[in-house]
DNA sequence: GCCGTTTTCGGCCCGACTGTTTTCAGTCG
């Protein structure tokens, strides 16, 4: 299997965290970790890219060098410089740098004083009271680890962004009633809409003297106060979620929320813009002279930089800033421009509602039209509809069609794409319905090529017009199988087909940067919610925020057309 | 190690909190 490039942002990334333990020019190591974001964040895999005989260094934070080692390590799978540097500073290090507190410094002194190099080596050593007595570290300290080594796992955890709501909702309502508290607001990656969150961030506006902070740290979902200031607090809540709170007068209100909304590398780049003109900003506001020129809404900062507004899903620094500069940001898809909802289940599989309750519950969300697309029958599991549950289904929907007068049910199906290629039902059966939506149940192990190919001739099928959640992944629990989604993307578009974006929370799959690419091929999408009952039709608009984070305008989105053009683009040519 | 609307050399974002210090280094976001 050719070397991903999560691998190979791993490799650059250990690589910078043993190099700032041998005290290596921080900008140096900060290119390795630039350019381990950069290479993570891409759409196309460097291996990809070196076959087609592409230059890497033309990729942000890739020069000459960096160009050359990626290629050395999709070539042989290694990086030599970090081999090199490993034989001097054990791997196992950079492990101990995920303990929260400590740093290269510290895990350095650890490792050269008390030759620890593992959590194992570190608990022993802090258990007997040996790490007070290194120089710059104390009894605080020492207790510390000891209490965060008792969660650690080395692995990082990131939370679905659905689970981050349910977890925020009575924190901000609880922070709400806080007197002097004007406006509570989550901002970081929960705010740019990110598929999963690590920690969030909470920024206050209050006035001066608001009793914000000790209210905080007093939520009794608090497990762990892990700092306590006048303007910023952290916390661990008893879930295992990292909160940050900070606290803001309105003037500095614009610039806090673009500080703490992010990304950093979306900061960082700004900050230099600022600086090129010679302004600073920080969290207060943007300043020349230290005299603050602007900071009370987040389009003056952005104007005062020379820049249009960037949405906060797009602050990635992917692009977003020159796209501002030029004027030339996409007009991102909103939830009100979503007609309708292609991809559902009902009771008839293994949905939780009847066909009229979905139709109900979509007519109230203001939809034109809903497109029920039970299963078919090799997902037995699912209860998959055969040749005559398919047939009742239609006769059902007409029905129905029948009845309703302000929304239009569309007979649809979740068909199987079988092993070799073919569709779960017969042609004659698939060719009476309004669209097929065709996803892979089974197989997922194929081989990248076979499983393209699966793919590609499951779509020369004139009945095929929607791959449903292209890559099979779920969020935390099963990564996407072997694919190469450009040719498919490509395929599809050559044959008038589409790609969704199932929104189910779990799955977001395309990925935003998946979606970036179906921009840039041409290829439009549905997004789509998968609803299995009718709260589920909700998830809808975590489709659309998957979506904005990969730049689609309502025009790439092919359920925010009317009825009947829908139709048409539905009619394969 | 990257990068260029002053630059191919000399810059590279900025502030808060903690603990161990007696004025600041380390870490974090």
């Given at each position: 299997?050719?070397?991903?490039n999560?691998?190979?942002?791993?490799?650059?990334?250990?690589?910078?965290?043993?190099?700032e333990?041998?005290d290596?020019?921080?900008?140096?190591?900060?290119?390795?970790?630039n350019?381990?974001r950069?290479?993570?964040?891409?759409?196309?895999?460097?291996?990809?890219?070196?076959?087609?005989?592409?230059?890497?260094?033309?990729?942000?934070g890739?020069?000459?060098?960096l160009?050359?080692?990626?290629?050395?390590?999709?070539?042989?799978?290694k990086?030599?410089l970090?081999e090199e540097?490993?034989?001097?500073?054990?791997?196992?290090?950079?492990?101990?740098?995920?303990?929260?507190?400590?740093?290269?410094?510290?895990?350095?002194?650890?490792?050269?004083?008390?030759?620890?190099?593992?959590?194992e080596?570190?608990?022993?050593?802090?258990?007997s009271?040996?790490?007070r007595?290194?120089?710059?570290?104390?009894?605080?300290?020492?207790?510390?680890?000891?209490?965060?080594l008792?969660?650690?796992?080395?692995?990082?955890?990131?939370?679905?962004?659905?689970?981050?709501?349910?977890i925020?909702?009575?924190?901000?309502?609880?922070?709400?009633?806080?007197?002097?508290?004007k406006?509570v607001?989550?901002?970081?990656?929960?705010?740019?809409?990110?598929?999963?969150?690590g920690?969030?961030?909470i920024?206050?506006?209050?006035?001066?003297?608001?009793?914000v902070m000790d209210?905080?740290?007093?939520?009794?979902?608090?497990?762990?106060?892990?700092?306590?200031?006048?303007?910023?607090?952290?916390?661990?809540l008893?879930?295992?979620?990292?909160?940050?709170?900070?606290v803001?007068?309105?003037?500095?209100?614009?610039?806090?929320?673009?500080?703490?909304?992010?990304?950093?590398?979306?900061?960082?780049?700004?900050?230099?813009?600022a600086?090129?003109?010679?302004?600073?900003?920080n969290?207060?506001?943007?300043?020349?002279?230290?005299?603050?020129?602007?900071?009370?809404t987040?389009?003056?900062?952005?104007?005062?930089?020379?820049?249009?507004?960037?949405e906060p899903?797009?602050?990635?620094?992917?692009?977003?800033?020159e796209?501002?500069?030029?004027?030339?940001?996409?007009?991102?898809?909103?939830?009100?421009d979503?007609?309708?909802?292609?991809h559902?289940h009902?009771?008839?599989?293994?949905g939780?509602?009847?066909?009229?309750?979905?139709?109900?519950?979509?007519r109230?969300?203001?939809?034109?039209?809903?497109?029920?697309?039970?299963?078919?029958?090799?997902l037995?599991v699912?209860?998959g509809?055969?040749?005559?549950?398919?047939l009742?289904?239609i006769?059902?929907?007409?029905?129905?069609?029948?009845?309703l007068?302000?929304?239009?049910?569309?007979?649809?199906i979740e068909v199987?794409?079988l092993?070799?290629?073919?569709?779960?039902?017969?042609?004659?059966?698939?060719?009476?319905l309004?669209?097929?939506?065709?996803?892979?149940?089974?197989?997922?192990?194929?081989?990248?090529?076979?499983?393209?190919?699966?793919?590609?001739?499951?779509m020369?099928?004139?009945?095929?017009?929607?791959?449903?959640?292209?890559?099979?992944?779920?969020?935390?629990e099963?990564?996407?199988?072997?694919?190469?989604?450009?040719?498919?993307?490509?395929?599809?578009?050559?044959?008038?087909?589409f790609?969704?974006?199932?929104?189910?929370?779990?799955?977001?799959?395309?990925?935003?940067?998946?979606?970036?690419?179906?921009?840039?091929?041409?290829?439009?999408?549905?997004?789509?919610?998968?609803?299995?009952?009718?709260?589920n039709?909700?998830?809808?608009?975590?489709?659309?925020?998957?979506?904005?984070?990969?730049?689609?305008?309502?025009?790439?989105?092919?359920?925010?057309r009317?009825?009947d053009?829908?139709?048409?683009?539905?009619?394969?040519?």
């Amino acid at each position: 299997m050719p070397v991903s490039n999560t691998e190979i942002a791993m490799l650059f990334d250990r690589l910078a965290d043993l190099l700032e333990m041998e005290d290596a020019n921080p900008f140096r190591v900060r290119a390795y970790r630039n350019a381990a974001r950069s290479i993570g964040d891409y759409s196309s895999s460097m291996a990809d890219l070196l076959a087609q005989h592409k230059d890497l260094s033309t990729l942000p934070g890739i020069g000459k060098d960096l160009a050359e080692k990626i290629r050395t390590i999709v070539e042989t799978g290694k990086l030599p410089l970090l081999e090199e540097v490993e034989a001097h500073t054990p791997a196992a290090l950079s492990e101990l740098m995920k303990i929260e507190g400590l740093g290269p410094k510290r895990v350095k002194a650890l490792y050269q004083q008390l030759h620890i190099t593992s959590a194992e080596d570190l608990e022993r050593a802090a258990r007997s009271g040996k790490l007070r007595e290194l120089k710059g570290f104390g009894k605080k300290i020492e207790e510390k680890i000891l209490l965060r080594l008792e969660h650690f796992s080395g692995l990082e955890k990131r939370i679905r962004l659905l689970d981050a709501e349910v977890i925020v909702k009575p924190l901000l309502a609880w922070l709400q009633q806080t007197r002097g508290v004007k406006e509570v607001r989550v901002a970081g990656s929960f705010r740019r809409r990110r598929e999963t969150v690590g920690d969030l961030d909470i920024l206050v506006t209050a006035s001066r003297g608001s009793e914000v902070m000790d209210r905080f740290v007093r939520y009794d979902q608090v497990k762990e106060v892990i700092s306590s200031g006048k303007t910023r607090s952290s916390v661990i809540l008893r879930t295992g979620l990292h909160v940050d709170l900070r606290v803001v007068t309105q003037a500095s209100q614009g610039a806090a929320l673009c500080y703490f909304t992010g990304s950093k590398a979306h900061n960082i780049a700004i900050r230099k813009i600022a600086v090129s003109k010679g302004y600073k900003i920080n969290e207060y506001g943007v300043f020349k002279n230290d005299r603050r020129i602007a900071g009370k809404t987040e389009q003056d900062v952005y104007r005062q930089v020379g820049l249009a507004y960037i949405e906060p899903e797009l602050r990635e620094n992917r692009g977003e800033i020159e796209a501002a500069r030029k004027n030339a940001l996409p007009e991102l898809v909103r939830l009100e421009d979503i007609r309708g909802d292609l991809h559902c289940h009902t009771r008839a599989t293994d949905g939780h509602n009847s066909l009229e309750e979905m139709a109900t519950a979509a007519r109230a969300r203001g939809y034109e039209y809903l497109a029920i697309s039970d299963h078919s029958r090799h997902l037995t599991v699912a209860h998959g509809l055969d040749r005559k549950g398919l047939l009742s289904e239609i006769r059902q929907i007409d029905r129905l069609n029948e009845k309703l007068d302000d929304i239009v049910i569309l007979k649809a199906i979740e068909v199987d794409i079988l092993e070799d290629g073919t569709l779960d039902l017969p042609d004659s059966l698939l060719g009476q319905l309004d669209l097929v939506v065709a996803a892979v149940h089974y197989k997922f192990n194929l081989p990248r090529r076979k499983q393209t190919e699966r793919i590609i001739r499951a779509m020369d099928n004139p009945c095929f017009n929607i791959l449903a959640h292209p890559t099979g992944r779920l969020i935390n629990e099963r990564a996407a199988y072997e694919v190469d989604l450009e040719k498919i993307m490509t395929a599809a578009k050559e044959r008038g087909c589409f790609l969704e974006v199932n929104a189910q929370p779990a799955r977001l799959d395309l990925t935003d940067s998946d979606c970036k690419l179906a921009k840039d091929t041409g290829v439009k999408v549905a997004i789509s919610s998968d609803a299995h009952s009718i709260g589920n039709l909700d998830y809808m608009r975590f489709g659309v925020d998957q979506a904005r984070r990969g730049w689609l305008e309502a025009d790439d989105i092919l359920n925010t057309r009317k009825e009947d053009e829908l139709r048409k683009l539905l009619q394969r040519h």
